[in-house]
T-cell receptor
Framework: AQSVAQPEDQVNVAEGNPLTVKCTYSVSGNPYLFWYVQYPNRGLQFLLKYITGDNLVKGSYGFEAEFNKSQTSFHLKKPSALVSDSSLYLCAVSPPGYSSASKIIFGSGTRLSIRP | SQTIHQWPATLVQPVGSPLSLECTVEGTSNPNLYWYRQAAGRGLQLLFYSVGIGQISSEVPQNLSASRPQDRQFILSSKKLLLSDSGFYLC????????????FGPGTRLTVL
C-alpha cells in the first residue's frame, strides 16, 4: 500500500539554528512530492514540490527540501530557523499518472516549534 | 489571481441535523475540486474530488455527500450529522490532477454536539 510517514510529531529548534522536518514515503514509480504549512485554524499553504531534476528543491520562506530516492525521503530543511516558522508542516505524495489509484496522500503532520 | 472561499468559517450543529458547506473558486476555469477533513489538527483525509460539473468521486464511505452544481462551486452535505463528523473541513483546487499543487481554502470548523 502507498503511504507517507512523518516520524516526528513535534520538532523543537532554537531560533537561528538549522531545522529538519522528516518525511519518508512508500510509493511505486516516481512520485511527486510536496510540503505544505498550516498556520492555526487556517488552510494549507504550498511551500515547495519535487517533480523531477535537481534533488534539492527551493521553496517559499527560505525552505528547501532534499529528495533522496534510495532512502525514499523528502526532508524539509531551513538553514536558520525563525520564531515565525512555528507551525504544522505536512508532507504529501502523489503517485504518477491519472488513474483512480493515483491519489495524493498526506502525512500526519509535524508540529515545528522555534524557541527564541 | 485565483482565490478560493469557504463558508461558513465555523459551525456548531446538533447531532442529526443537516449540513451544507460551500466552496467557491474564482479566477480559474474547469478546476479539479477536493474536500478534505482534518481531525485533531493533523493529517488530511481526502473525502471527495470532482473533475467536472456533476462528477463526484467518493473516497471514504460515510454519511457525507458532495455535489458540484456549477464549474467553480463544490458543496459538502449531510442529511444527518454524527458526532464523528466534527472536524476541520478544507476545500482545495488544482488546475490538473493530484500531481498539481493544491490551493486550499481557509477551512470550516464543524462541531457536532
Amino acid at each position: 500500500a502507498q503511504s507517507v510517514a512523518q516520524p516526528e510529531d513535534q520538532v523543537n529548534v532554537a531560533e537561528g539554528n538549522p531545522l529538519t522536518v522528516k518525511c519518508t514515503y512508500s510509493v511505486s514509480g516516481n512520485p511527486y512530492l510536496f510540503w505544505y504549512v498550516q498556520y492555526p485554524n487556517r488552510g494549507l499553504q504550498f511551500l515547495l514540490k519535487y517533480i523531477t531534476g535537481d534533488n534539492l528543491v527551493k521553496g517559499s520562506y527560505g525552505f528547501e527540501a532534499e529528495f533522496n530516492k534510495s532512502q525514499t525521503s523528502f526532508h524539509l530543511k531551513k538553514p536558520s530557523a525563525l520564531v515565525s516558522d512555528s507551525s504544522l508542516y505536512l508532507c504529501a505524495v502523489s503517485p504518477p499518472g491519472y488513474s483512480s489509484a493515483s491519489k495524493i496522500i498526506f502525512g500526519s503532520g509535524t508540529r515545528l516549534s522555534i524557541r527564541p | 489571481s485565483q482565490t478560493i472561499h469557504q463558508w461558513p468559517a465555523t459551525l456548531v450543529q446538533p447531532v442529526g441535523s443537516p449540513l451544507s458547506l460551500e466552496c467557491t473558486v474564482e479566477g480559474t476555469s474547469n478546476p479539479n475540486l477536493y474536500w478534505y477533513r482534518q481531525a485533531a489538527g493533523r493529517g488530511l483525509q481526502l473525502l471527495f474530488y470532482s473533475v467536472g460539473i456533476g462528477q463526484i468521486s467518493s473516497e471514504v464511505p460515510q454519511n457525507l455527500s458532495a455535489s458540484r452544481p456549477q464549474d467553480r462551486q463544490f458543496i459538502l452535505s449531510s442529511k444527518k450529522l454524527l458526532l464523528s463528523d466534527s472536524g476541520f473541513y478544507l476545500c482545495a483546487w488544482t488546475s490538473g490532477g493530484f500531481t498539481d499543487t493544491q490551493y486550499f481554502g481557509p477551512g470550516t470548523r464543524l462541531t457536532v454536539l
